[in-house]
């Protein structure tokens, strides 16, 4: 068992000497996620990289339980997609200016709705893509949202890498059609 594991599980048990020396183990990594997933968002985005690691450890380190080291990255994807979901959500609704446009005072559009519409258009995607299949949307999630490579993907999911190529290419083009609304008859 690996250091990691060792915190991780002291750090379930409510040890709060672990939580600290965990963190500085992982935060290099959850920083790589975080920057993965911030460059896909839109310029103005209330979120930077170091907010949405703190607030993806901080949802971490509550009550649940992780099998390990891919275990705890697949879940700091997961918090980290849905952090990004949630604030999407927000910028989207109505009280919060809904459908307007934010125009900074030098008359610059930016360009931050259609973003928001394509990740909770992913997102309700992916959801439905889980529920008829579960474990190639955890591929997808691991290796798109997770930033690992399809080889570390395929041993966190105790798959052969020749079956994760399999099923990337189906759940690209599962979600490439469910997206575009393309389909074949």
Do not use: C
Request: aromatic share 6%; no cysteine.
């Amino acid at each position: 068992m690996s250091d990691l594991t060792r915190l991780i599980e002291s750090v379930q048990r409510g040890n709060r000497q672990a939580a600290a020396e965990l963190l500085p183990l992982v935060y290099d990594e959850l920083r790589k996620l975080a920057a993965a997933k911030m460059a896909n968002e839109a310029p103005g985005h209330t979120l930077n990289a170091t907010a949405l690691v703190h607030e993806a450890y901080l949802r971490l380190v509550g009550d649940q339980n992780f099998e390990g080291r891919g275990h705890f990255f697949a879940a700091a994807s997961e918090a980290m997609r849905r952090i990004l979901v949630d604030s999407a959500r927000r910028r989207r609704r109505i009280k919060r200016g809904g459908g307007l446009n934010r125009v900074e005072l030098e008359s610059q559009i930016l360009a931050g709705s259609e973003g928001d519409e394509r990740l909770i258009a992913l997102d309700e995607a992916l959801d439905r893509f889980a529920a008829v299949e579960p474990q190639k949307a955890e591929l997808l999630k691991l290796h798109k949202f997770g930033g690992l490579s399809l080889d570390e993907t395929a041993k966190a999911l105790e798959i052969a890498p020749s079956t994760a190529d399999r099923w990337w290419a189906y759940a690209r083009a599962w979600l490439r059609v469910e997206i575009s609304g393309e389909k074949s008859e």
